[in-house]
């Protein structure tokens, strides 16, 4: 059996930049092994016909409507179509990359490689890649709630066009992508210019008890083909009142119970997982030599044992919910009540 095929899900909005990042991937990687699954509104397809693809780049177009809207429909029988013809020999391909309309909620999307059989057996989803125009992103957000939505769900997001605005402008929307979505990593990049290993197979499905909170932001150098790290600065003095519906929140104690704590996520992917778009958290559980990893999307989520804690070592547990208007306090009263030490 042919190993699974990493899948990339590229979103954002509307003149985000996603064609132009592909374009400049399939012209440093000629000879890349790739499918490439487009999806717009209307009968014809313009993002395709942009593509400079190459002969060994598979483009399919779905222009019947947004995939998120059809995720029983047209999308899940492209992706079967896809397998077969790769099965038969008749197309080949290592990785599919999936560009979503600018209108397109991420979460259904996902949630078909989640409930397909087949598709969790021959694909595996490696990450979700967000576009943001730092140019209009701020306006999108407060007029759009599928923008917050597409930022949400990144495990990696590419700041575009922020040579467009100044310093301030940029430092804004920094900080208003953080509060949306502390895990992901942040780049800006210029023009497209972005190397392929910075959002390709960075494995974020993958359960891992890496570090996952974001602390400042990368900037790709457009001819060196490096990065450099800037720390985030502190809160602006004039911060402005976003009200975003969706945001990041960062619960932390040390120790926990192991029954409490799973008995606290089961209650909250069943009460409020409609509204849970990512979480992950690695966790410290009273006598237990390992962490403990929990990741998901929704209410469908993943469990398992990480790398031993080290001795001498501090042991924390921090859990981050990206979500869309959720009792915080109650959830935070909730995590802190799974702490080991109420239990002696």
């Known amino acids: 059996m042919q190993d699974a095929v990493s899948v990339t899900l590229l979103t954002g909005f509307l003149g985000a930049g996603k064609t132009t990042l592909l374009n400049y991937f399939l012209a440093h990687h ?178 891992s008890d890496t570090h996952f909170i974001s602390t400042g932001y990368y900037q790709v150098c457009p001819g060196a083909g490096s990065t450099n790290f800037v720390p985030f600065q502190a809160a602006l003095s004039q911060k402005p009142a976003w009200n975003d519906a969706i945001q990041a929140h960062v619960f932390e104690a040390g120790e926990l119970d192991l029954h409490r704590v799973g008995a606290f996520m089961e209650r909250c992917i069943e009460q409020y997982g409609n509204d849970m778009l990512r979480y992950k958290g690695v966790l410290a559980i009273a006598d237990g030599a390992q962490r403990l990893i929990v990741q998901g999307v929704h209410k469908v989520a993943g469990f398992d044992y990480g790398a031993p804690w080290s001795d001498g070592e501090e042991r924390r547990s921090r859990l981050v919910i990206i979500g869309r208007d959720l009792p915080v306090n109650a959830l935070r009263e909730g995590f802190m009540k799974a702490s080991a030490s109420l239990c002696l």
């Open 30 to 207: 000629g000879d890349a092994s790739v499918a490439i699954l487009e999806n717009e509104f209307g009968a014809v397809n313009i993002d395709g016909a942009l593509l400079a693809a190459g002969e060994n780049v598979n483009i399919v177009e779905l222009s019947n409507g947004c995939v998120c809207c059809s995720v029983r429909g047209e999308f899940s029988a492209a992706l079967h179509a896809l397998l077969d013809r790769r099965a038969w020999g008749d197309m080949h391909f290592d990785r599919l990359i999936v560009e979503t309309t600018g209108l397109a909620d991420p979460a259904p999307v996902l949630q078909t490689f989640f409930v397909d059989e087949r598709l969790r057996e021959e694909m595996r989803l490696d990450a979700v890649i967000t576009l943001v125009d730092c140019h209009h992103i701020q306006r999108q957000l407060d007029e759009y709630p599928v923008a917050a939505a597409q930022i949400g769900f990144a495990d990696r997001i590419l700041l575009t066009k922020a040579d467009l605005c100044d310093e301030q402008q940029q430092a804004e929307v920094r900080e208003r992508i953080h509060r949306i979505n502390r895990k992901a990593s942040l780049f800006h990049v210029t023009q497209g210019i972005c190397p392929a290993e910075l959002w390709l197979d960075i494995n974020a499905f993958t359960l």
